[in-house]
């Protein structure tokens, strides 16, 4: 009887442990090359941002656009000219 509960306590020690080196390593994966481009995007972004000219929102400028008619959204270019 007591036999059982220490071979069940080990593998639940088991399972435990291979979860949590699993879980460490999906945090390292992706935890750190997230923190490194997220400050550097700002800088060295491959889009110019521009600024929704009715929300104010900073977003990647869209391909052959003017700059003083940039809009986030649809949405927000319908309620502009509205
Ligand atoms: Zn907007």
């Known amino acids: 009887m007591l036999l059982r509960w220490v ?3 080990i593998l639940v ?3 435990v442990e291979i979860l949590m080196r699993r879980l460490r390593r999906l945090l ?7 923190a490194v ?3 550097s995007q ?6 110019e941002l521009v600024r929704c000219a009715r929300c104010g929102v900073h977003f990647p400028r869209p391909p052959g656009r003017s700059d003083d008619e940039a809009f986030c959204s649809e949405e927000c270019r319908r ?3 509205r």
């Open 7 to 9: 071979i069940l306590l």
């Open 13 to 15: 020690w088991l399972a």
């Open 37 to 39: 481009p997220r400050g």
């Open 79 to 81: 309620a502009f000219h």
């Open 42 to 47: 700002e800088a060295v972004g491959p889009r």
């Open 28 to 34: 390292d994966s992706t935890a750190s090359p997230r």
